[in-house]
């Protein structure tokens, strides 16, 4: 029965986003008990911090998943972030490569760079986040910056992984993705 209602929440959310949710659906044939935990993922990461501070999220995140993936799990965050109110434009300027110019977006976009590279930024960052928007903003970026990237290498390592792929934004030229950086 667990395996009926994690199917049709599958499906629902595969055709909310036009999303291939086959690598789900893979993993609940495979074991209910798999196929619930990948269901509770998202509640367990997805801390998201406060209303002021969701562009600094938002940024992490894409910044992780593009940091795991160039292809449909990309686009999935951009379409989840669009459709939360993020502007198309700033995503976009991170997505290629132009952080700097996406305002708060493309500071929590740098921040989790810094995070998932190790750089030495990151405290400088992460301090920016927490005088501009608060602890919590930086406890939700930082849950972004580390968990973005667990779709797309979990999917790989499933056999489910996909090319790369250009970025629509709805607005201006798509942004091609490259495998190679």
Known sequence: MIRWFLERGARAFGRKYEYDVSYMLDV????GSAGLRL???PN???????????????????ASTLDGDCGPCAQLVVDMAMQAGMAAGLL?????GRPEEAG?????????????????????????????????TL??????????RFYPVFKRGLGHGAACQRLHFGVGEDVVLDANG
């Open 39 to 41: 269901a509770l993922f």
């Open 139 to 148: 406890v939700a970026a930082s849950f972004g910056a580390a968990s973005g």
């Open 44 to 62: 367990l990461v997805g801390y998201r911090g406060t209303q002021r501070g969701q562009a600094v999220v938002a940024g992490a995140v894409l």
């Open 28 to 31: 609940i044939e495979t074991s």
């Open 92 to 96: 976009q300027a991170c997505a290629g």
């Open 104 to 136: 708060d977006v493309g500071l929590g976009f740098r921040f989790a760079q810094a995070a998932i590279a190790g750089g030495l930024e990151t405290d400088t960052l992460a301090q920016e986040i927490v005088d501009r928007f608060g602890r919590k």
